[in-house]
C-alpha cells in the first residue's frame, strides 16, 4: 500500500534552514508528481509546492517562492523541501502528497505530517 | 489566484441529518474541483474529485455536485465517524496555485 512518511521537522529560528524528507513506498515514485501542503495550527490547508514526476519542472505559492525548494531523488523514492530564510507564519505541520494520475492536481494519498516550528 | 470561499465555516448536525456544505470560486473552474475530509490530528483525506466522482472506497452517502462557480458537497445521512473538517480544493490553476477553501467544522448537535 502507499506510504509517505516525513521527517526533518523540528524547532528553528527566524532566519534559519531545514530540509525536510518524504520517503515514498509502495507505488512507483518515478510515475507521480508530487506536492507539499502545510498546515498552520489550528488553520486550513495551504499548498506550498509541487514536483512533476521527473523533476522537470517545479511550483511554488507565492508565500514561499524564493525562499523554498522542492527537489527529488527517484533512485532514493524521496521527496524533498528545503526551506530557507524561514518565517514564524512558516510555522504549520507539512504533509507530502502525492498526486493523483486521473485528475492532475488532486491528491490522492497523504503523510502523516511533520511540525515546523519557527520561533526564537 | 483563484480564491475559494466554503459556507458555512462550521455546521451543527444530528446523526442522521442530510448536510450540505458550499464552495464558491471567484471564478469559473469547471469541474476541477475537489473534496477532502480531515479529522484531528489526522491527514485529509480525498473523497471527491472532479466535482462528483467518488474516490474509491467513499461511502456512497457522500456526493458531489456543481461546475463552473458553485460546488456542493453532501452527506446523504450523517454518520458519528463523518464528524470532521471538509475542505474544497480547486484545480483549474495546476500546476501552479492549488488552493484550498477555508473549511468547514462538522460538529455534533
Known amino acids: 500500500q502507499v506510504q509517505l512518511v516525513e521527517s526533518g521537522g523540528g524547532v528553528v529560528q527566524p532566519g534559519g534552514s531545514l530540509r525536510l524528507s518524504c520517503a515514498a513506498s509502495?507505488?512507483?515514485?518515478?510515475?507521480?508528481?508530487m506536492h507539499w501542503v502545510r498546515q498552520a495550527p489550528g488553520k486550513g490547508l495551504e499548498w506550498v509546492a509541487f514536483?512533476?514526476?521527473?523533476?522537470?519542472?517545479?511550483y511554488y505559492a507565492d508565500s514561499v517562492k524564493g525562499r523554498f525548494t522542492i527537489s527529488r531523488d527517484n533512485s532514493k523514492n524521496t521527496l524533498y523541501l528545503q526551506m530557507n530564510s524561514l518565517r514564524a507564519e512558516d510555522t504549520a505541520v507539512y504533509y507530502c502528497a502525492k498526486d493523483f494520475i486521473a485528475v492532475a492536481g488532486t491528491v490522492d494519498y497523504w503523510g502523516q505530517g511533520t511540525l515546523v516550528t519557527v520561533s526564537s | 489566484d483563484i480564491q475559494l470561499t466554503q459556507s458555512p465555516s462550521f455546521l451543527s448536525a444530528s446523526v442522521g441529518d442530510r448536510v450540505t456544505i458550499t464552495c464558491r470560486a471567484s471564478q469559473g473552474i469547471s469541474s476541477y474541483l475537489a473534496w477532502y475530509q480531515q479529522k484531528p490530528g489526522k491527514a485529509p483525506k480525498l473523497l471527491i474529485y472532479a466535482a462528483s466522482t467518488l474516490q474509491s472506497g467513499v461511502p456512497s452517502r457522500f456526493s458531489g455536485s456543481g461546475s463552473g462557480t458553485e460546488f456542493t458537497l453532501t452527506i446523504s445521512s450523517l454518520q458519528p465517524e463523518d464528524f470532521a473538517t471538509y475542505y474544497c480544493q480547486q484545480l483549474n490553476s495546476y500546476p501552479r496555485a492549488l488552493t484550498f477553501g477555508g473549511g468547514t467544522k462538522v460538529e455534533i448537535k
Open positions: 509502495g507505488f512507483t515514485f518515478s510515475s507521480y508528481g
Open positions: 514536483i512533476r514526476y521527473d523533476g522537470s519542472n517545479k
